[in-house]
């Protein structure tokens, strides 16, 4: 199991929520979630699924196609989440899950992920920023396209694509 962090804005503030993925390698290649979620879920959510069968073949981890991937999902106050700016948090969460690899507690993620993997731009970016640092976050891992280099809030970490999100969250264990 691998839990995932992320933040988002709802009613007009940040907020943080939590994905826990499990994923069951001998299993009929369902997806079960518990938590809410908008009617959009689908749309924002394949593109998560692409692009982490496109990475199962360099990592150490079972055949996804097969497996049974739970996740739970903790909101604030139950509220569904809507927009696609949760996707970079459950592809982050679903993988180190797949590779037994814990993600660091003080990590925080958020962007939307398109059909071919990049990491796509997010609303409200810089109240994001600043509500992952009020959270007691150290690193926001964010679209590169979006990172503030005058920013002092938060460490960022610029990510084109879930890939490279998966790379820096692991590096040193390398």
Request: charged content about 20%; glycine content about 8%; aromatic content about 12%.
């Amino acid at each position: 199991m691998a839990t995932a962090h992320g933040i988002v804005i709802l009613q007009n503030r940040p907020e943080k929520f939590s994905v826990t993925a499990r994923v069951i390698p001998e299993g009929t290649g369902n997806l079960y979630l518990k938590g809410k979620v908008a009617d959009t879920f689908p749309k924002f959510f394949s593109p998560v699924i692409f692009s982490i069968r496109q990475m199962q073949d360099f990592l150490d981890c079972p055949n996804l196609d097969c497996a049974d991937i739970v996740l739970r999902l903790d909101t604030p106050n139950g509220y569904p989440l809507a927009g696609g700016s949760y996707a970079l948090t459950f592809g982050i969460a679903i993988l180190a899950a797949a590779t037994n690899k814990i993600i660091p507690a003080k990590n925080c993620y958020t962007g939307c992920i398109d059909s071919t993997g990049t990491v796509e731009e997010v609303d409200f970016i810089a109240e994001k920023r600043r509500g992952a640092a009020g959270f007691g976050f150290d690193r926001l891992f964010l679209p590169k396209s979006q990172i503030d280099m005058f920013s002092t809030y938060i460490a960022q970490c610029p990510c084109g694509s879930l890939a490279d999100a998966y790379g820096i969250t692991f590096w040193n264990e390398r």
